[in-house]
């Protein structure tokens, strides 16, 4: 099948790879030109483990195109995937269409047969049947159809999302696009995917939902985290306990910093704004957006208690400043508030993170990128584990310092507090 995916994000590029490598003719479609021309010399512009290599792979094979041609690419195609960013609005909480829109636009003047024209980005309930209208003023129906067919891909492991997928949510209004979708992606299903057919509404709402109940999961373990630190439990054993009963599950019930990344702070606030244009109080899912705003405030007390508010001139370091492990994506970090907060109390601060150095921080006063996590460790008052990178997980602190009062907050419980405590350090951690 003849497929164009518009945009080179997450979403785009890894759909259109993982489609390549399942034989599929593949256009991957950007304006960013230098991207694009990055692209064709197997220059990846995201970290995703895996990736490059299924890039070089197909693009060799001559399955995998990159263009900058979006009206060419639309015409050479039987499906065409929007896989451009819905931000939040700013001074608001709904998510921003202008990219879909523009494509949209774009694409309605290039409709030289019948298209399916399928949204992998996020939106809001309705959003298709709004799209549907737009082209309809330009196209004969009978010449397109609008299909909703929302992504399930984690960053740092997207690649076995999409070719292991829970399921596969397909929102059409029309048989025949159902069809072609199924067809396309028989070789997932013959896996063992799930393959789920909705209205088209559906398929939107599902995405939203989804995400609003993970990020649910994430703020409820990290506010029972905050009962055990004043009760002298471990959150670790109530993780284990409750997740052992099937209804709950035990993914997403690890405590640590507060919810980041590219989906879960925009959706959260868009199915909040959705709800409301139709009178209905999501109040749980407001609840979640102030606790988790909250978090990194909370997070930032703590420390300061932990060193008895005697900041200045402390150096702390941070392993990792990623939202989470296996991403260089650094939206919503928690970092990105502790790092600033710490550089106003007079600390230095010193990160290690093993996709690189991070321009949000190049301008804040005295903080600078460490080239290994020894470097980063050495002459440190604090090391603050802030991402779950398996580089950490088996760190000799004793190897990489002197200092015997060293303090190791640790913000995703990799290591056991006993035997840190028995390596002579002092060790805090969430909710433990």
Not at 108 to 128: E, L, R, Y
């Amino acid at each position: 099948m003849k497929l164009c995916m518009i945009g080179t994000g997450y979403v785009g590029l890894v759909s259109g790879v993982c489609f390549s490598d399942l034989g599929n003719d593949v256009i991957c479609v950007d304006k960013d030109i230098k991207k694009i021309n990055n692209l064709k010399k197997g220059i990846i512009p995201i970290y995703e483990p895996g990736l490059e290599e299924l890039v070089l792979k197909n693009y060799k094979n001559k399955r995998l195109n990159f263009s900058a041609n979006l009206k060419d690419s639309v015409k050479k195609s039987d499906v065409v995937f929007i896989c451009v960013g819905t931000p939040t609005k700013k001074n608001s909480n709904s998510a921003d269409l202008t990219q879909v829109y523009d494509v949209v636009k774009a694409v309605s003047k290039s409709i030289n047969k019948f298209k399916i024209i399928i949204n992998k980005s996020t939106v809001p309930v309705t959003t298709g049947d709004e799209l549907e209208k737009f082209i309809s003023k330009k196209v004969k129906k009978k010449n397109f159809s609008v299909v909703s067919n929302p992504e399930f891909l984690r960053e740092g492991e997207a690649i076995r999302d999409f070719i292991y997928p829970d399921r596969i949510i397909v929102g059409s209004n029309d048989s025949k696009s159902t069809r072609i979708l199924k067809n396309l992606y028989a070789p997932l299903i013959s896996k063992g995917a799930k393959f789920i057919s909705t209205k088209r509404r559906a398929a939107e709402l599902i995405k939203y939902a989804s995400n609003a109940f993970l990020a649910t999961k994430i703020t409820f373990i990290n506010e029972i985290a905050n009962l055990c630190e004043k009760t002298g439990i471990d959150v670790e054993e109530i993780s284990i306990g409750i997740g052992l009963d099937k209804r709950i599950g035990s993914r997403f019930l690890r405590a640590g910093p507060s919810y980041g990344g590219s989906c879960f702070p925009k959706d959260t606030k868009a199915i909040v704004s959705t709800a409301e244009k139709f009178k209905t109080n999501l109040s749980i899912i407001k609840s979640v957006i102030r606790s988790n705003n909250k978090r990194t405030v909370l997070l930032s007390k703590r420390l300061n208690l932990i060193l008895k508010n005697k900041i200045k001139n402390k150096v702390i370091s941070f392993l990792g400043v990623t939202f989470k492990a296996n991403t260089d994506d650094m939206r919503d970090s928690s970092s990105l508030k502790l790092i600033p907060f710490l550089s106003k109390k007079g600390a230095k601060i010193k990160y290690y993170d093993p996709t690189g150095s991070k321009k949000e921080f190049k301008k804040i006063k005295n903080v600078e990128f460490s080239n290994s996590i020894q470097e980063s460790i050495k002459g440190s008052d604090v090391v603050i584990l802030h991402t779950e990178w398996n580089d950490f997980k088996s760190i000799n602190f004793k190897k990489f310092t002197k200092n015997k009062k060293l303090i190791i907050y640790d913000m995703r419980n990799i290591y056991s507090p006993d035997k840190i405590k028995k390596l002579g350090f002092k060790y805090y951690g969430i909710g433990r």
